[in-house]
């Protein structure tokens, strides 16, 4: 896998050498007491903040890695626009390198101004929360149902790789949350209709979940469609059905954007992470 190329407009540093050698030695500082991390964040909020990503690094040690979670954060920082360096962690040598710095956690976590965090929900609602406008976007959805609607896909991926080729059954509920997801893009949302207009609008037109702009939801769902795509098509032959026209406009219009092409990783690295659970299969 090539080492990965951002454009020129992405807010960030990629740093891929050794994480022990980007681990600042006041940023690992882990006896610092709450109080102490809470008041350095009052004192930075008028200033550009340090934010450090850490995420799973892919099997050369060094490049992205299959982790939809680290890709949804680096999704959440792009899109909010603010600057932020990513560093790339080797699980292999994971329990070394992060001894000091976060002991028994796993990619995704993050450094705010020095202070950990390392819960991804936490994380996700931390950032919303904080970075807030008027300096940066807030990325909610209006629609509660466009974060409920692709909830249950992932978890029917698995049942369904990790049962092929004797699947059907798994596939069949597959495809019924590709119909529900598929059905909800279709559909206009109360945002679309113009009740003063006497068009009636019966296909949504809009180009993510949410509307027309990527939302959290986006970001917590694409990085899975991302995996189900590939890892479904290496190991099970299955493509997304060619009839659900509003999941292919969605990843068509998704994969346009910077935000979530830049950051999915290689699909070697994702063949690679389900390699050991298609040879488990029966």
Same mark, same amino acid.
């Given at each position: 896998?090539?080492?990965?190329?951002?454009?020129?407009?992405?807010?960030?540093?990629?740093?891929?050498?050794?994480?022990?050698?980007?681990?600042?030695?006041?940023?690992?500082?882990?006896?610092?007491?709450?109080?102490?991390?809470?008041?350095? #964040?009052?004192?930075?909020?008028?200033?550009?903040?340090?934010?450090?990503?850490?995420?799973?690094?892919?099997?050369?040690?060094?490049?992205? =890695?299959?982790?939809?979670?680290?890709?949804?954060?680096?999704?959440?920082?792009?899109?909010?626009?603010?600057?932020?360096?990513?560093?790339?962690?080797?699980?292999?040598?994971?329990?070394?390198? #992060?001894?000091? /710095?976060?002991?028994?956690?796993?990619?995704?976590?993050?450094?705010?101004?020095?202070?950990?965090?390392?819960?991804?929900?936490?994380?996700?609602?931390?950032?919303?929360?904080?970075?807030?406008?008027?300096?940066?976007?807030?990325?909610?959805?209006?629609?509660?149902?466009?974060?409920?609607? =692709?909830?249950?896909?992932?978890?029917?991926?698995?049942?369904?790789?990790?049962?092929?080729?004797?699947?059907?059954?798994?596939?069949?509920?597959?495809?019924?949350?590709?119909?529900? #997801?598929?059905?909800?893009?279709?559909?206009?949302?109360?945002?679309?209709?113009? %009740?003063?207009?006497?068009?009636?609008?019966?296909?949504?037109?809009?180009?993510?979940?949410? =509307?027309?702009? /990527?939302? /959290?939801?986006?970001?917590?769902?694409?990085?899975?469609?991302?995996?189900?795509?590939?890892?479904?098509?290496?190991?099970?032959?299955?493509?997304?059905?060619? %009839?659900?026209?509003?999941?292919?406009?969605? /990843?068509?219009?998704?994969?346009?954007?910077?935000?979530?092409?830049?950051?999915?990783?290689?699909?070697?690295?994702?063949?690679?992470?389900?390699?050991?659970?298609?040879?488990?299969?029966?």
């Amino acid at each position: 896998m090539p080492r990965p190329s951002f454009p020129a407009s992405l807010p960030l540093t990629l740093k891929v050498s050794s994480l022990r050698e980007q681990i600042p030695k006041e940023s690992a500082q882990a006896s610092a007491s709450s109080h102490t991390k809470e008041m350095a #964040l009052r004192q930075n909020s008028d200033k550009e903040p340090i934010i450090e990503l850490f995420i799973k690094a892919g099997h050369d040690g060094e490049n992205v =890695g299959n982790c939809p979670f680290c890709q949804s954060l680096f999704m959440v920082l792009w899109l909010k626009g603010v600057k932020f360096t990513v560093t790339t962690v080797d699980m292999r040598k994971k329990p070394e390198e #992060l001894k000091d /710095l976060a002991p028994g956690t796993n990619p995704p976590f993050l450094l705010y101004n020095g202070a950990l965090k390392t819960d991804f929900i936490k994380i996700e609602e931390f950032l919303e929360t904080t970075l807030a406008p008027p300096r940066y976007p807030h990325l909610s959805p209006l629609n509660k149902e466009s974060f409920d609607v =692709g909830a249950d896909i992932f978890a029917k991926f698995s049942a369904f790789i990790k049962n092929s080729p004797n699947n059907s059954i798994q596939e069949q509920a597959l495809l019924r949350e590709f119909k529900r #997801l598929d059905i909800y893009l279709n559909t206009p949302l109360p945002e679309e209709i113009d %009740h003063n207009s006497r068009e009636n609008i019966t296909v949504s037109k809009r180009k993510y979940l949410d =509307g027309n702009r /990527l939302t /959290l939801a986006d970001c917590n769902l694409l990085p899975k469609l991302h995996v189900i795509k590939v890892a479904a098509k290496k190991y099970c032959h299955f493509d997304i059905p060619s %009839h659900f026209a509003g999941v292919h406009r969605y /990843l068509q219009n998704a994969y346009e954007r910077e935000e979530f092409s830049q950051t999915c990783p290689a699909d070697i690295e994702i063949e690679k992470a389900y390699l050991s659970v298609a040879n488990r299969r029966s």
